[in-house]
């Protein structure tokens, strides 16, 4: 199965991909604990979505950029998860948000946060929030679905380093969108597979 694919438009931007290992390199704190530990989790979290995938069915996960070229584009399965990655522009940590493929939606289902830094906490009744057990936190249980199933990003600079990170067919990619677009605005877009659908295969 393609895991991935980059649009012929982006083909000169291909810096910004990278196979195997992604999980591990998204995690740069600067305890090498925290980085295993997280890396584990997330690896761990990605996996059961894989298993529960059961049928292919045609959704993707796009990138867009302000022309509305792909930039990025992942194959999706039911119950896939993914999780967008970035450091901490002031205290420099990783922080996290991570979704699912859920019923036909984008849904926002968890994220990590190392510490209480600026544009970071949890909002009472906005999921769980527990600990990682060193220092920072999960918040588990947001399961909020994304309005539109889309959302813009303005991508940070290579020391921020946006990144999409996820597991297909047994292996763990990343995707630096600071090495493709820094500086640019960009949609992540949840492309359903009636959308894909050309109008002689009705």
Same mark, same amino acid.
């Given at each position: 199965?393609? &895991?991935?694919?980059?649009?012929?438009? /982006? %083909?000169?931007?291909?810096? %910004?991909?990278?196979?195997?290992?992604?999980?591990?390199?998204?995690?740069?704190?600067?305890?090498?604990?925290?980085?295993?530990?997280?890396?584990?989790?997330?690896?761990?979290?990605?996996?059961?979505?894989?298993?529960?995938?059961?049928?292919?069915?045609?959704?993707?996960?796009? &990138?867009? *950029?302000?022309?509305?070229?792909?930039?990025?584009? &992942?194959?999706?399965?039911?119950?896939?998860?993914?999780?967008?990655?970035?450091?901490?522009?002031?205290?420099?940590?990783?922080?996290?948000?991570?979704?699912?493929?859920?019923?036909?939606?984008? +849904?926002?289902?968890?994220?990590?946060?190392?510490?209480?830094?600026?544009?970071?906490?949890?909002?009472?009744?906005?999921?769980?929030?527990?600990? *990682?057990?060193?220092? %920072?936190?999960?918040?588990?249980?947001? *399961?909020?679905?994304?309005?539109?199933?889309?959302?813009?990003?303005?991508?940070?600079?290579?020391? +921020?380093?946006?990144?999409?990170?996820?597991?297909?067919?047994?292996?763990?990619?990343?995707?630096?969108?600071?090495?493709? /677009? /820094? %500086?640019?605005? &960009?949609?992540?877009?949840?492309?359903?597979?009636?959308?894909?659908?050309?109008?002689?295969?009705?």
């Amino acid at each position: 199965m393609n &895991v991935a694919s980059l649009s012929r438009s /982006a %083909g000169k931007r291909m810096a %910004g991909w990278a196979k195997t290992p992604a999980l591990p390199s998204c995690c740069r704190a600067s305890r090498i604990s925290l980085r295993r530990l997280l890396a584990g989790a997330i690896a761990g979290w990605l996996g059961l979505g894989a298993l529960a995938a059961d049928a292919i069915d045609g959704a993707k996960l796009a &990138v867009l *950029d302000a022309s509305g070229q792909t930039l990025v584009e &992942v194959p999706l399965e039911p119950g896939m998860r993914w999780c967008l990655g970035w450091n901490h522009s002031v205290r420099k940590f990783p922080v996290l948000d991570c979704y699912r493929y859920q019923q036909g939606r984008m +849904v926002l289902e968890r994220s990590h946060q190392p510490d209480f830094a600026a544009g970071l906490g949890h909002t009472p009744g906005r999921g769980e929030q527990v600990s *990682d057990g060193r220092g %920072g936190y999960w918040i588990e249980n947001i *399961d909020e679905p994304v309005p539109g199933d889309r959302y813009t990003l303005r991508v940070g600079s290579p020391t +921020v380093d946006h990144r999409l990170l996820w597991q297909a067919a047994g292996d763990e990619h990343r995707v630096s969108l600071s090495e493709l /677009a /820094a %500086g640019e605005r &960009v949609t992540l877009h949840l492309i359903k597979p009636e959308a894909l659908r050309k109008p002689d295969d009705v």
